[in-house]
């Protein structure tokens, strides 16, 4: 298992931005595939980004597409999202999930594909 923390949340007005982070401690992060949820208030969890293990392939919903970056530093146990031209629409708890998948060749973009959570981080965006 590998822990996951997230961080960098909060409250941004419509075309703001936000970077936030994922830390990982516990096991070898850069074995795992990463990726970006997020659940608004009586919406379901929905994929935001996903990255595999080494940054060569990424994956992004189409709501985010040209707004949203997903990175990662291996060296450093961290992923991140670089969060763009933010809409009001994007406000939600973002959760980092990882997905010990160093042999797949794409990026999971389902929950149930990824066995490790963090807690969240909540991101507002005012109009």
């Known amino acids: 298992q590998v822990q996951l923390l997230e961080s960098g949340g909060g409250l941004v007005h419509t075309g703001g931005s936000l970077r936030l982070s994922c830390a990982a401690s516990?096991?070898?992060?850069?074995?795992?595939?990463m990726g970006w949820f997020r659940q608004a208030p009586g919406k379901e969890r929905e994929f935001v980004a996903g990255?595999?293990?080494?940054?060569?392939?990424?994956s992004y919903a189409d709501s985010v597409k040209g707004r949203f970056t997903i990175s990662r530093d291996n060296a450093k146990n961290t992923g991140y999202l670089q969060m763009n031209s933010l809409k009001p629409e994007d406000t939600a708890d973002y959760y980092c999930?990882?997905?010990?998948?160093?042999?797949?060749?794409?990026?999971?973009?389902?929950?149930?594909?990824?066995?490790?959570w963090g807690r969240g981080t909540q991101v507002t965006v005012s109009s």
């Open positions: 999930a990882a997905k010990n998948a160093r042999a797949l060749v794409y990026v999971p973009v389902k929950d149930h594909e990824y066995d490790n």
């Open positions: 516990g096991r070898t992060f850069s074995n795992y595939a």
């Open positions: 990255i595999n293990w080494s940054g060569s392939i990424t």
